[in-house]
């Protein structure tokens, strides 16, 4: 996966550099060592020269839009005067971070007075923030001491963020038969997804499938079937038959991806009932690639393969899933889906023979399947609710997913148990169905609320966080 790659504009006043014209290279480590925290934090940085002047300011912001960065991080090093980069600044479609830190940890009585010139950076900021808002340029600002807090983590989490929204701005999204009949609540028309938000649907062809499957060789397929047996606990009744169609699915697929340039991929299991191309229905193959970056919904949801395709940027342990059932004794819910899930947040993975009795009349309705446990931990669900007047809601729901704790009678099927955060089972269930919250979501382990209202806000969307006060 591509990491997220930022801009660091470091600003600096004329002022201080007509005084002495190398004072500002003191700061030199000063930017090492923020730049280094950057990458440590998941982040590729381009380094532009210290600005000072506009046209320092406008050259930076060019190669920072010429080069493709996802978001520019403003660091202060001393004042800097805000109109002399607001402008500019205001006038690029670029996110705009506001990096809020300083050398000194601690600035008190024993203080030199020299530091002064090195630590005053938030007068700039706080300047250039007002000329920003009032100019109506949205901008983020993450505040704290680069090596005694976590705000390297928070701004490379903002920058992540970035990243996402602009995948989901201009996602592919491959479309494998029909969306489900009247399921209606991500049934977005594809123009308007493109319209509204930009996702592209490309549907794949039963020629292009068996022009593909073609030019399958015998080694890929058996590479592809080595890896499955080193990842996955490949069960008996999976005979060779079927080895070599996941196999051969995923490697139809992967093709697709590539030269289509796809993000995401949905399916609708009952197309298969038709003539697709495909030997089989590929679940194995969803529940790899999710593991790899590309982004995955079922049913032909588009919509949720697009925000499962940009929260995978973020967070690599985000799997598509949906609510099944309610455990109203255990204050939980049960999570699941046919036979897919991201195969790095399954506990155990296991390869199996997986009966379809809705598709029967393809490989006498048995395929490849994936099983296993939802790895237990803190996990948030992420949901894109469609609302009235085009407006989109990001559901944001902080849970624990717990391992079963006696006999498991689910161990044919994906399965995990969501608890809710500091809430009972019915108020969250009542809240998340109030605010339109649809039945395919995106599960994210170890992901932080803030880059998830991040990313949010970067496309336009609102919001809503569904949580007790803990």
Known sequence: MTRPRAGLLSLYAELYDQQDSHAKDVFTPFID???????????????????????????????????????????????????????????????????????????????DPAMIGQCHGIHGVQDLCCVLRRMHKSYFIEAGHYLQSDVLQRTAGVVKACQAARCMKNCRVGLIGEPFKDMGDFAIPFPELRQQIGIQTIDLKKETVTSYRSFNNGEAIWQQISAFRATYQVMPDVDIDLLEKAAENQQVIARWIADEKLDAFTFNFLSFNGDTGFATIPF???????????????????????LCASLLKMFPDTTFTEMFCPDWAGGRVFMSHMGEANRRILHEPALLRKHVPYVPSLNQGDHPGVAGTLKAGKAVLVNVSPGPENQYTIILAPCRIVLPAGEDRFDASIRGWLEPQDMALETFLENYSLLGGTHHSCLCYDAD???????????GWRSTVIAGRG
């Open 33 to 111: 060592d923020v730049v280094s925290g950057l990458t440590g934090a998941g982040l590729d940085i381009l380094r532009v020269p210290v600005c000072i002047y506009e046209q320092d300011v406008r050259r930076a912001v060019r190669q920072c839009e010429s080069e493709g960065v996802d978001g520019i991080i403003v660091l202060y090093l001393a004042y800097h005067p805000s109109l002399a980069s607001a402008r500019v600044l205001a006038g690029t479609a670029l996110p705009v971070i506001m990096l809020d830190t300083t050398v000194c940890h601690s600035f008190n009585e024993t203080t």
């Open 284 to 306: 194995a193959a969803a529940t790899d690639l999710m593991a790899t970056g590309t982004g995955y919904a079922g049913e032909g949801d588009v919509l949720t393969a697009a």
């Open 449 to 459: 609320l803030k880059s998830l209202e991040a990313f949010a806000g970067l496309m």
